[in-house]
């Protein structure tokens, strides 16, 4: 049976998207699949797992040499599981940027697309069979796009991420704004986790040179929250760094509403990239960078050392 996961520490697309295309292959495609986790799915995605009552796929810390994989929502092996080039990789769909370091067995298919969110390509692939969807497909779907484009707000959102978003909201009877609101609210609703879980819970690997960086972004409508927990978070940084392998931590504090980021600044290192890559004069330790929602179009491309 081919598994289907997306990226390490899941979150909405990267649950919701695996349990999609895993139903695509298996009912529409005559493929048995199943979705796995590389992760528990953060708060966002519980809550969408739980409204529509879908069951929390298993969570697999590896895969097996020469199992079939498909993989949703990254293209980046330091995202997937030690092991991933040993796998069966029968296919790739994915939004992001093409990392690079994945090897396979022969040809695949791999699509990647400019758009916010890995369940608005998945429907774009299905074609007419997108209209044989179950309520709870199109819920996870919708749950994807909202939460990838942080209901329209991110930069990232294109106009076909929308329309998709608005005619599966009206097929489901469902208000986006009242939907979209008790998606953050859950996703804001840090409380049950230690500082190292919430620097670990949105975060990718990247290198800025020879600089080794664990990029997290907690997007939130109560940024108060956390940043009433900023001097153990930055406290806690260094020890996260130094058991993942990275030179630093940089967690920025995604204000949904107010659609600006608060990067955290516990050292000299940290001020440097920050005021080199946006611009910025940095004197305590936070600095807010209006306008900036999106680790994938406004932090990830303009990181310098």
């Known amino acids: 049976m081919i598994q289907v996961f997306g990226h390490k520490a899941p979150d909405t697309d990267s649950t919701g998207s695996p349990l999609i295309w895993a139903w695509y292959l298996t009912e529409v495609k005559g493929t048995p699949a199943r979705a796995v986790l590389l992760g528990q799915p953060n708060t966002e995605a519980a809550f969408v797992l739980k409204r529509w009552g879908v069951d929390q796929p298993d969570i697999i810390g590896d895969v097996e040499p020469g199992a079939p994989v498909v993989i949703v929502d990254t293209n980046n092996p330091a995202e997937l599981p030690a092991s991933i080039n040993q796998a069966d990789i029968r296919a790739i769909i994915d ?52 939460s990838d484009t942080l209901a329209f707000r991110s930069p990232t959102t294109t106009d076909h991420d929308r329309a998709l978003a608005e005619r599966l909201a009206k097929e489901l009877d469902l208000s986006i704004s009242d939907y979209a609101g008790e998606m953050f609210a859950a996703k804001s609703d840090v409380s049950a986790f230690s500082d190292a879980e919430l620097l670990r819970m949105d975060s990718k690997e990247y290198k800025v040179g020879d600089v080794g960086l664990r990029v997290s972004v907690l997007e939130t409508t109560a940024p108060n929250v956390v940043m009433d927990r900023k001097t153990s978070l930055m406290a806690a940084m260094p020890q ?18 107010r659609e600006e980021a608060t990067l955290l600044v516990p050292n000299d290192t940290v001020k440097r990239i920050a005021e080199k890559s946006f611009g910025v004069s940095v004197s305590g330790d936070q600095v807010v960078l209006p306008g900036v929602m999106s680790r994938k179009k406004q932090i990830i491309p303009v990181l310098a050392a």
């Open 95 to 146: 939004h992001h940027k093409l990392t690079g370091g994945i090897e396979t067995k022969s040809p695949i298919d791999i699509t990647i697309r400019p758009l916010a969110c890995t369940a608005t390509l998945m429907h774009d692939l299905m074609g007419a069979d997108a209209a044989r969807m179950p309520e709870w497909v199109k819920a996870m779907m919708l749950s994807c796009i909202l």
């Open 240 to 257: 996260v760094a130094a058991e993942d392998g990275a030179d630093e931590v940089l967690l920025f504090v995604v204000d949904i509403l």
